[in-house]
């Protein structure tokens, strides 16, 4: 049998790069333009894409109508006040700034208590606020002058907005948990370095990025392919020896550990602890399409998962090495004795899946930031997404990620009369319990066969 | 390169208290994986419940310490009871993902902000100590040139070895015992002991929760020796590295979790040593070129993880274990 694992690798690298321009397309960040200057600008427009928007308004004790404060200086640091100033600016005629943000975090608000108007004063004396940004879109924060004032977002733009995010974050997963269930499919391996795989991409692409200089389109591209390699020589290195020599599934997943800590351990030797952004499509605007507003970077997102995903399908269930892979991990001996090369499909299952997992990097990366545990940080999530549609399976894994994807970013903005099931900064939790439960009633998943699992 | 202050580094994290709480998790392990075969990798939880039934009846209920205690222990209990009911059914390598995303999704609870009133938030509670440490007889700390312990160590010390001796005293006892007998039996062949007629199901959630127990002990000397609960500390990565420190002694044995701690800490602290000083000072050895000092304090965590790795493949019954005792090659 004439094996030809390249096939597939070239059929998402050509998904990859018809959809090069509507991401070249994409217009480069907005840097936040720092008004410095006491006088009170015109006004501050609510900036497109990531931002976070105070407004400030004198309350004067609940008498009258609320009036703008402006003229106020307002900083906006990364994390806190030693982070990284991410953009200052002095408050409109309507008391209102708004400054873009490269991602979701935790952001610091500095307020100049000396910029405020005479016979203004702000009612809580905290001058400072540390905001978490969440969702994707606005992030309003408020500092009490009078009495504090609020500008929330409307439920329903918030669900249309965490169900966008949910699905970008599911696709992401889902690319991961085709290569974790492929893998698991044809090998019996669950590994849990996986998630590093998943760094490794992202870190890769920053390598080509920002070391060499490349873009991100083309160094996104070459991590994939680097991680196709790399997902050879781990086979070829690692696990195919211990196959032969008959080591036990879990003593493979307990040096699958080891594995992972290694690599993590190395991730944070050369790449540092810091967390890093990518030199392009940082914090882009987001254009109205109707009920969503999205980013070229997110449509690119978006499109890439999707391509990838599906050429991925068709060729499981129509090329001979798809067929082949599906017949492996059904039953390794029938398909060794019906001729198969069993060695040389499960080489190409590792190609395969690594190079998907290695895309999910770079999705991720380009999705929010480079960091050396973002993997480790996702791993559960992408188990979640595999067992909750059923290990092995492909369909199951897709449909599972896309379903963990919309948990974590639909669950926190779920409330029943106020109170919270799961507050935004434990997302991932609500995943979790899923996780369990679904182990609990249906352990084969929701499109798994039923077998021996217990 | 001082190699006076590697050793001293080396020795006292490996009869330190660090160690102590490794050797506990990891004995509770040793009850899990070793004898029965269940791949627990959520031993973390059970500390951070452990640590945290403590902290929390002490500092947010204001119970007395001695209470705290049973409810430290009592909360372990439930939690194996909850975690076992859904997951003992289910083949290994559910049971390895299960009982991890528990002990995530309770490492996310305790620090979340939302529940700071309770928990604490991500700096967790402290004051809750006190009785522990009024209990110290000791005046002094020691230092005898090879090891040096401060006051605080020394009582943890006392108390964490103590600890360790009557546990392993314990399970010598139950595993000559027909009960233990069951228990590595079902590590065989689970299927053969049904056939026999013995309820698995109770058998493998009897040793879940002696492990447990364990590992909740863990957590409560955690807290202790370090007067503070701190969610982060009971993440994934340490179940992974207690498990590390127990495949490195030898599962299956008595002695393995307690000898593998040692070693395990011995090789954490001497490597983090020397390097530090290697790359430490006006004219390190490693010049900063290749290493920084930052860099220095991983190379450990490569070294852990290239070892656990090999040890795994060359010598998985460690370095006291029988091979043919480890449940390594089923699912």
């Known amino acids: ?454 | 390169m001082d190699f006076a202050v590697v050793i001293d580094a080396a020795f006292s994290a490996a009869l330190g208290p660090q160690a102590i709480v490794f050797a506990l998790a990891a004995i509770g392990l040793n009850v899990h994986f070793g004898y029965t075969g269940l791949l627990n990798f959520g031993q973390a939880g059970f500390m951070a419940v452990g640590g945290f039934g403590l902290a929390v009846s002490v500092v947010t209920w204001d119970l007395p310490f001695w209470v705290g205690l049973i409810v430290a222990m009592l909360a372990t209990i439930v939690l194996a009871l909850v975690l076992g009911v859904p997951t003992l059914r289910l083949r290994a390598d559910y049971l390895a993902i299960a009982t991890i995303a528990s002990s995530e999704i309770l490492r996310l609870v305790l620090g979340a902000v939302e529940f700071k009133g309770t928990f604490g938030g991500s700096n967790g509670l402290t004051g809750f100590a006190r009785t522990y440490k009024n209990l110290n007889p000791y005046g002094d700390g020691v230092d005898i040139g090879v090891v040096s312990f401060s006051k605080d160590d020394l009582w943890s010390i006392t108390v964490g070895w103590t600890l360790v001796a009557l546990g392993c005293v314990l399970i010598w006892t139950l595993m000559r015992s027909p009960w233990g007998r069951v228990l590595r039996s079902i590590r065989e062949d689970e299927d053969a002991v049904r056939s026999l007629g013995k309820n698995v199901f109770a058998y493998k959630m009897q040793a879940l929760v002696l492990g447990g127990v364990f590992g909740g002990l863990a957590g409560v000397f955690h807290v202790l020796k370090q007067a503070s609960a701190v969610p982060t500390d009971f993440n994934t990565t340490f179940t992974f590295y207690a498990y590390a420190a127990l495949l490195m002694g030898g599962a299956a044995r008595v002695l393995g979790p307690v000898i593998g701690s040692i070693l395990f800490w011995f090789l954490i602290a001497g490597l983090g040593s020397f390097f530090s000083q290697a790359t430490g000072g006006t004219d390190p050895l490693i010049p900063a070129s290749i290493m920084t000092d930052t860099q220095a304090s991983l190379v450990r965590f490569i070294v852990l993880g290239l070892g656990l790795m090999l040890l795994m493949i060359l010598r998985p019954q460690g370095i006291f274990g029988d091979r043919r005792e480890i449940a390594i090659d089923g699912r």
């Open chain 1, 1 to 454: 049998m004439h094996l030809r694992p390249a096939t597939l690798l070239m059929a998402i690298l050509a998904g990859l790069i018809l959809l090069a321009p509507v991401t070249a397309n994409a217009a480069t960040t907005p840097a936040p333009s720092p008004s410095a200057g006491a006088e009170a600008p015109e006004a501050n427009p609510i900036v497109d894409g990531q931002n976070i928007t105070v407004t400030l308004k004198d309350l004067n004790g609940g008498k009258g109508e609320p009036k703008p404060v402006p003229g106020v200086t307002l900083t906006v640091f990364k994390e806190s006040k030693s982070g990284e100033q991410v953009g200052t600016q002095v408050t409109d005629t309507a008391g209102r700034i708004s400054i873009a943000i490269p991602s979701n975090g935790v952001y610091y608000i500095a307020l100049d208590p000396d910029s405020l108007p005479d016979g203004v004063e702000l009612s809580g004396g905290e001058s400072n606020l540390t905001i978490t940004a969440r969702l994707g879109g606005n992030n309003f924060a408020t500092f009490p002058i009078g009495a504090s004032v609020g500008e929330s977002v409307a439920f329903s733009e918030k669900l249309t907005n965490s169900v966008v995010s949910g699905l970008k974050k599911g696709l992401i997963i889902a690319l991961a948990a085709l290569g974790l269930s492929l893998i698991f499919g044809t090998t019996g391996l669950t590994n849990f370095a996986h998630g590093e795989l998943i760094t490794f991409g992202a870190i890769i692409t920053f390598m080509f990025n920002r070391g060499f200089g490349i873009p991100v389109i083309a160094a996104g591209a070459l991590a994939v392919v680097v991680s196709a390699g790399f997902g050879w020589v781990q086979d070829r290195g690692l696990w195919r020896p211990l196959r032969r020599r008959g080591t036990g599934l879990i003593a493979m997943m307990i040096v699958s550990i080891g594995l992972a800590l290694l690599m993590r351990s190395i991730f944070q030797y050369t790449f540092g602890s810091s967390t890093q952004t990518l030199s392009q499509y940082v914090a882009q605007p987001r254009t109205d399409y109707g009920l969503i507003s999205l980013s070229d970077k997110e449509i690119a997102i978006f499109g890439i998962s999707i391509v990838a995903i599906v050429i991925v399908c068709i060729a499981m269930m129509k090329t001979r090495l798809g067929k082949a892979m599906r017949a492996v991990s059904d039953n390794p001996a029938l398909s060794a004795s019906s001729g198969l090369r069993v060695d040389g499909v499960i080489s190409s299952v590792w190609i395969l899946g690594t190079a998907l997992t290695g895309l999910s990097g770079v999705l991720l990366a380009i999705n929010e930031q480079v960091n050396f545990q973002m993997g480790f940080k996702l791993l559960l999530l992408v188990f979640a997404g595999v067992t909750l549609g059923g290990l092995g399976t492909i369909w199951g894994a897709l449909v599972g990620s896309i379903i963990i994807g919309l948990i974590v970013e639909v669950a926190p903005i779920i409330s029943i009369n106020g109170y919270n099931p799961v507050p935004a900064s434990i997302k991932e939790v609500g995943a979790l319990v899923v996780l369990i439960l679904i182990l609990l009633v249906r352990p084969q998943g929701i499109l798994g066969r039923a077998q021996r699992i217990g």
